[in-house]
């Protein structure tokens, strides 16, 4: 799967992704900090990429409807140190093995996932 990572995430987010064989591109990368969330979505969805993101704007699905993306992951906690948010990308990376992204926000929480989007 192809994954943007936002740039509130540490760069040790998108080697995890990586090392697990999936394609990893931060908005850092690629010039994109400080530009606005709709400019973010705009790229994600041009370039068929999912976004992972501590930015809990993009729960809003009026503003972000899940159907309209390959997968938006948003990744809540009260810890936001390195270690804590690199255990939420590998609980995302384990629950890809059973559940589709496509087309759904994942809100990740340290032990759970809620599911939006298409049943």
Known sequence: MDFKIDENLPAEAGQVLRDAGHDAVSVLDQRLGGRADA??????????????????????????????????????T??????TVLRLVRQVLLTLKAEPLDRR???????????????
């Open 39 to 76: 400019d973010i979505a705009a790229v994600c969805k041009a370039e068929s990429r999912a976004l992972i993101t501590l930015d809990t704007d993009f729960a809003n699905i009026l503003a972000y409807p899940p159907a309209d993306f390959v997968g938006i992951v948003v990744l809540r």
């Open 78 to 83: 009260d810890d936001q140190a390195k270690p």
């Open 105 to 119: 926000l994942w809100v990740v929480e340290p032990g759970r996932i809620r599911v939006r989007g298409p049943e």
